[in-house]
C-alpha cells in the first residue's frame, strides 16, 4: 500500500532560524496536503497541493510539491514560537479521497 | 459556530465497558472520517464513510464501529474496551472526490482512557 515518510521526527530550533520538514511518498500522488497540529489541539489544515512543481507560500511558510508530484517540503522562514506544534504532510493517490498522513514532524522552538 | 464536534471531550472508563463517541459537522461535507492519534502522534485513519461507501482500515478490530444515522453525524462505537484503545479519536470531515476539494476539517477530538 501508499507509505508516505516524513523526516525529521524532531526538529529543535532557535527563535529566527528556518526550518524545513520532508514528505516522500512511495507512489506518485494526485495531490498532498499539509496539517499543524498545535499541543493539545486537533489537526488543522493549512494547505493542499495539486500540481506538479507547484510552490504556494503562506507568510513565513513556503510549501513545494516535487515535480514528479512523488515529495513535497514546508519551510518556514524565521521561527516563532507560535510555530511550535507538530506538522504533517498527508497524500492522496490512485483516485482515493483518504489521504496517508506522515508521521509528522513536532517543531520545537527554543526562545 | 464549531465547524466538526465531537462529544465527549474526555472519556474515562474500565476495561470490557462499550462507549461511544458522537460527531457531527456542520460543513455540508459529503465524507466522514475517524481516526486514533496515540501517544506518538501516529494519525491513523479507522474509518472513511460517505452516503455511498464505508471503507474500513482492514487493521481496526471489529470490536471498532461507525455508525451513521444521517450524512452529517458519523458515531463511533467501542465494544469490550481494551486498555490498548487509550488513545485520542479525531472524527474529521471533507467534501471528497473532487480533487483539489480543501483537506479535511478535525474535530477538537475525544480523549479516550480505559483502566
Known amino acids: 500500500g501508499q507509505q508516505v515518510m516524513q523526516i525529521p521526527q524532531y526538529q529543535h530550533v532557535q527563535e529566527g532560524e528556518d526550518f524545513t520538514t520532508y514528505c516522500n511518498s512511495s507512489?506518485?500522488?494526485?495531490?498532498i496536503q499539509w496539517y499543524k497540529q498545535r499541543p493539545g489541539g486537533h489537526p488543522v489544515f493549512l494547505i493542499q497541493l495539486v500540481k506538479s512543481g507547484e510552490v504556494k507560500k503562506q507568510k513565513r511558510l513556503t510549501f513545494q510539491f516535487g515535480e514528479a508530484k512523488k515529495n513535497s517540503s514546508l519551510h518556514i522562514t524565521a521561527t516563532q514560537t507560535t510555530d511550535v506544534g507538530t506538522y504533517f504532510c498527508?497524500?492522496?493517490?490512485?483516485?482515493?479521497?483518504?489521504?496517508?498522513f506522515g508521521r509528522g514532524t513536532s517543531l520545537i522552538v527554543h526562545p | 459556530d464549531t465547524a466538526v464536534s465531537q462529544t465527549p471531550k474526555y472519556l474515562v472508563t474500565q476495561m470490557g465497558n462499550d462507549k461511544s463517541i458522537k460527531c457531527e459537522q456542520n460543513?455540508?461535507?459529503?465524507?466522514m472520517y475517524w481516526y486514533k492519534q496515540d501517544s506518538k502522534k501516529f494519525l491513523k485513519i479507522m474509518f472513511s464513510y460517505n452516503n455511498k461507501e464505508l471503507i474500513i482500515n482492514e487493521t481496526v478490530p471489529n470490536r471498532f464501529s461507525p455508525k451513521s444515522p444521517d450524512k452529517a453525524h458519523l458515531n463511533l462505537h467501542i465494544n469490550s474496551l481494551e486498555l490498548g484503545d487509550s488513545a485520542v479519536y479525531f472524527c474529521a470531515s471533507s467534501q471528497a472526490g473532487t480533487s483539489g476539494a480543501g483537506g479535511q476539517f478535525f474535530g477538537p477530538g475525544t480523549r479516550l482512557t480505559v483502566l
Open positions: 507512489t506518485t500522488l494526485s495531490n
Open positions: 460543513l455540508g461535507h459529503d465524507t
Open positions: 498527508a497524500g492522496e493517490s490512485g483516485g482515493s479521497y483518504i489521504p496517508t
